[in-house]
């Protein structure tokens, strides 16, 4: 391990993708993630790689999209209002099947909201803001070292199943600065050489055992179409019922052969818990003190942390649901995680909403209270 460090969530972002290979980043300053390209730009250059910053979010998004396809791991970082115009290029991305990371540190919306407040209001823009039917990998730390930890396991995701994936904070997240000690050395996945030649029949898009392909990197020798038209092995567009249905499946089947591996979760004092709080994010650590302190008022109550979004957690809350009386999802946002959980609940505990989103984030009391309240309700 290397020497402990006083150490920001977004400079925590930083860190991990220069440790999993990013060497592309191109951005637009905004709050609250400024900080990640301010690191960036500082980074990079030590490490061989290069930092442009765009003259708007789009131009960032098309930017690092180019740079992939040419072989480069490549990051971009943003807030609510850029992430909503990158969408048509993250639909791009999953269709081209470009590997990117896109992170966005979340504040409170809708349009400029209230740029330096914190909020977790993108989740459902993170999994349906681009256009059609797409798979989408979106992973939400709690802390500063595990900021630095997703962010290494979303450049490795995206370079594994070749998909843009969303590092999805929140301002909590971002400014919080924490003691940390981050790792010498992380595993990285390299991304994956074509396994034939031009002269052997080389197709980009053709799918691996996987369901992934091989697309050669751009200037390496091989022909490569890309296009955001649905298309076959070759890249160009065919437009066959057939030829379009096997993509679109493809395209969440790569994701879904993966089942639970990258489904992230954490449990505490859930052994004999009765009643459940589930949160993810800068919430989640307001929430394990709120179910601390419940525990010390005898309430047997625990807490399970979501820190992958998407795909969600259904078999993990399927199984809460059979345990527990009653499910607490404590949310910065006016409620879209929580009909998640209703979802995957399917009816076996009463699964109720604490939202917050009036500029602050919870305090304890504020999810004790709500604890309180539903345990009430289910034991009347």
Same mark, same amino acid.
């Given at each position: 391990?290397?020497?402990?460090?006083?150490?920001?969530?977004?400079?925590?972002?930083?860190?991990?993708?220069i440790a999993?290979?990013v060497?592309?980043?191109?951005?637009?300053?905004?709050?609250?993630?400024?900080?990640?390209?301010?690191?960036?730009?500082?980074?990079?250059?030590?490490?061989?790689?290069?930092?442009?910053?765009?003259?708007d979010?789009?131009?960032?998004?098309?930017?690092?999209?180019?740079?992939?396809?040419a072989?480069?791991?490549?990051?971009?970082?943003?807030?609510g209002?850029?992430?909503?115009?990158?969408?048509e290029?993250?639909?791009?991305?999953?269709?081209?099947?470009?590997p990117c990371?896109l992170?966005?540190?979340?504040r409170?919306?809708?349009?400029?909201?209230?740029p330096?407040a914190?909020?977790?209001?993108d989740?459902?823009?993170?999994?349906?803001?681009?256009?059609?039917?797409?798979?989408?990998?979106?992973?939400?730390?709690?802390?500063?070292r595990?900021?630095y930890?997703?962010?290494?396991m979303?450049?490795?995701?995206?370079?594994?199943?070749?998909?843009?994936?969303?590092?999805?904070?929140?301002?909590?997240?971002?400014?919080?600065?924490e003691?940390v000690?981050? +790792?010498d050395?992380? &595993?990285?996945?390299? %991304? *994956?050489k074509?396994? #034939?030649?031009?002269?052997? $029949?080389? @197709?980009?898009?053709?799918?691996?055992?996987?369901?992934?392909?091989n697309?050669?990197?751009?200037?390496?020798?091989?022909?490569?179409?890309?296009?955001?038209?649905?298309?076959d092995?070759?890249?160009?567009?065919?437009?066959? +019922?057939?030829?379009? &249905?096997?993509?679109? %499946? *493809?395209?969440?089947? #790569?994701?879904?052969?993966? $089942?639970? @591996?990258?489904?992230?979760?954490e449990?505490?004092?859930?052994?004999?818990?009765?009643?459940?709080?589930?949160?993810?994010?800068g919430?989640?650590?307001?929430?394990?003190?709120a179910?601390?302190?419940?525990?010390?008022?005898?309430?047997?109550?625990?807490?399970?942390?979501?820190?992958?979004i998407?795909?969600?957690a259904?078999?993990?809350?399927?199984?809460?649901?059979?345990?527990v009386?009653?499910?607490?999802?404590?949310?910065?946002?006016?409620?879209?995680?929580?009909?998640?959980?209703?979802?995957?609940?399917q009816?076996?505990?009463?699964?109720e909403?604490?939202?917050?989103?009036?500029?602050?984030?919870?305090?304890?009391?504020?999810?004790?209270?709500?604890?309180?309240?539903?345990?009430?309700?289910?034991?009347?």
């Amino acid at each position: 391990m290397s020497k402990a460090r006083l150490m920001q969530g977004n400079e925590a972002c930083a860190e991990g993708a220069i440790a999993a290979g990013v060497r592309f980043f191109a951005g637009y300053p905004i709050t609250p993630s400024t900080e990640i390209a301010e690191t960036m730009a500082k980074l990079l250059p030590q490490y061989g790689g290069k930092f442009i910053q765009m003259e708007d979010e789009i131009g960032s998004m098309g930017a690092i999209l180019g740079a992939s396809l040419a072989g480069l791991k490549s990051m971009d970082a943003t807030s609510g209002p850029g992430f909503s115009l990158k969408q048509e290029l993250i639909g791009y991305a999953a269709c081209a099947e470009i590997p990117c990371v896109l992170v966005n540190v979340q504040r409170v919306g809708p349009s400029t909201g209230q740029p330096t407040a914190p909020s977790q209001a993108d989740v459902m823009q993170v999994r349906w803001g681009t256009h059609g039917d797409h798979p989408m990998i979106a992973l939400a730390p709690w802390s500063v070292r595990e900021t630095y930890d997703a962010t290494v396991m979303a450049v490795n995701y995206s370079e594994r199943f070749r998909t843009p994936v969303i590092l999805l904070m929140d301002e909590i997240i971002g400014h919080l600065r924490e003691k940390v000690e981050l +790792p010498d050395s992380v &595993e990285v996945y390299e %991304r *994956r050489k074509p396994k #034939k030649t031009r002269a052997e $029949g080389y @197709e980009p898009y053709a799918p691996d055992e996987d369901l992934v392909p091989n697309v050669a990197d751009f200037g390496k020798g091989y022909h490569i179409h890309v296009t955001g038209l649905l298309h076959d092995a070759t890249g160009f567009p065919v437009g066959s +019922p057939k030829v379009t &249905e096997e993509s679109i %499946r *493809r395209l969440h089947e #790569k994701i879904a052969c993966a $089942g639970e @591996e990258i489904i992230h979760t954490e449990e505490y004092f859930m052994e004999d818990a009765e009643y459940a709080v589930v949160a993810f994010g800068g919430t989640a650590r307001t929430a394990y003190e709120a179910v601390r302190n419940a525990r010390g008022a005898g309430k047997k109550v625990g807490l399970l942390r979501l820190m992958t979004i998407w795909p969600f957690a259904d078999k993990v809350i399927e199984k809460l649901a059979a345990k527990v009386k009653g499910i607490l999802v404590a949310e910065l946002n006016y409620g879209q995680v929580v009909h998640e959980v209703r979802r995957a609940a399917q009816g076996k505990c009463l699964v109720e909403l604490c939202g917050k989103y009036n500029m602050k984030s919870f305090e304890p009391k504020e999810i004790e209270a709500a604890i309180d309240e539903m345990c009430a309700r289910r034991d009347a």
